[in-house]
């Protein structure tokens, strides 16, 4: 018995370093197709004037539709009395004068009013008219025409 043998075996093996790194740069982002530019030559929309539903406020005096001046409402109640309006809320028939005295006069004293509003009004009445009239803010230098007037009298 004997002998021996020392088997020794070298196993080694050299590890190949596999560093091959493939970088592969693909465009992940196309870009887009270039699109040519359309000119604007389409027709502009159509830009009509809207229908508003604008309630109407005329003075029954001068019949000028009034907005800069406003319109001072006058109410014929449901009880069928005619008494100003100043919020303008009553419920009622309604007719408007402007901010004029001489529209209110002509309105008060030439039956204007009593049309408008379709219903007789008394003297009482007119004479409340003519007080609330007293203390609006109405314009008493404005002649009925357009020209203004010259201070200093009539020539
Ligand atoms: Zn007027």
Known sequence: MGGGATLGGEE?????PASASSISLSPSSPLPPPQPKAPPSSPKRKKGPRPKHVPQRMCVA???H???RGLHRIVRTPEGA???DPT???NGRGAYLCGRAACWEKALSSGMLTRA???EIDQESLDALR????????ETSEAAGTAPINKGGEA
Do not use: F
């Open 12 to 16: 080694g093996g050299r590890g190949t």
């Open 62 to 64: 001068c019949r000028e």
């Open 66 to 68: 009034d907005t800069k």
């Open 82 to 84: 005619v008494e100003p």
């Open 88 to 90: 303008g809320r009553r």
């Open 117 to 119: 509003l379709n219903v």
């Open 131 to 138: 007080r609330y009239a007293a203390t609006l803010p109405l």
